[in-house]
């Protein structure tokens, strides 16, 4: 009896598990088969993963099948002759484990803009360095901090936002152009680097194939975690008022440089102190 290995379009070989996320595609291809062994593909469990697709490529006598993920779950695939010589197929069964997809909170929410802001201002997992996903959602909680530091301060006006109420108008702030918080002063319309950034990586997190998923999902987890929880602890105390790109310079002649943390340079305040 003839054998074949299932593969991915990339050539690599398909092992007995493979994990998606919830609308992604998986397309698997048996090569050397040719048309008069009419191959057929079986999802036992179809309102997860349905078969979107079967086709034969003469050229290369190779069977493709396109599957589509649809929502949380298990199910299980195999491929085998419907007609013609038999065929034994490696694997003989694959588990389809689906996962839920992760999303950003609603853009024209507050939360849903403070998260983005973390998201534009941290390090993405191909930029960390040396930095740790901990570093990074470390830098997270402290920009949580400047942020809210700044509402509390009675002093708002003090970093453009006069009469502010609320983490929007610290965020999009805005003086005739000069701006604290680089792309968020027109927010919701970001800029299309930002928006192009955010995008990738929420892309990568949702793409149950990507190599990278898993620190992309802690990513963007992280963001969401930090904007959500209770208002993490001050590492000053005195409180923390400023972030730069570290190396960058100074705010101004009342900042003073605290720590690092993830990339970024954090300032603490001459005269401001933190409420809490």
């Known amino acids: 009896m003839p054998s074949a290995p299932l593969k991915y379009t990339s050539n690599m070989l398909a092992p007995s598990a493979i994990t998606l996320v919830e609308g992604n595609t998986l397309r698997l291809k048996l090569e050397g088969i040719p048309k008069v062994n009419v191959l057929q ?70 939360l849903g803009m403070l998260v983005r802001l973390l998201l534009a201002e941290s390090p993405s997992p191909e930029r960390m360095g040396s930095a740790t996903a901990a570093d990074v959602k470390k830098g997270m909680q402290w920009m949580r901090r400047v942020i809210a530091n700044r509402l509390n301060s009675d002093k708002p006006e003090e970093f453009m936002a006069k009469g502010a109420t609320g983490l929007g108008d610290i965020i999009m702030a805005d003086d005739r152009g000069s701006v604290q918080f680089h792309g968020f002063n027109r927010y919701p319309n970001l800029e299309a680097g930002i928006v192009r950034n955010i995008s990738d990586s929420l892309a990568i997190a949702n793409n149950g194939t990507h190599p990278k998923r898993a620190d992309y999902t802690q990513f963007i987890q992280s963001a969401i ?52």
């Open 225 to 276: 975690d930090v904007a959500s929880e209770a208002l993490p602890l001050d590492p000053s105390p005195t409180g923390l008022f400023a972030w730069r790109s570290k190396g960058a310079s100074s705010p101004g002649p009342e900042f003073r440089l605290f720590a690092i943390a993830a990339g970024n340079d954090f300032y603490t305040h001459v005269r401001l102190k933190k409420k809490d």
């Open 41 to 110: 593909a079986r999802v036992d469990q179809k309102h997860i993963v349905a078969l979107n697709d079967t086709k034969h490529t003469a050229r290369a006598d190779s069977w493709q099948f396109e599957f589509v993920a649809k929502q949380a779950g298990s199910a299980r695939m195999a491929v085998a002759s419907a007609q013609g010589p038999a065929l034994s197929v490696s694997p003989s069964a694959i588990t389809i484990n689906v996962e839920a997809a992760i999303a950003l909170p609603p853009i024209d929410t507050e």
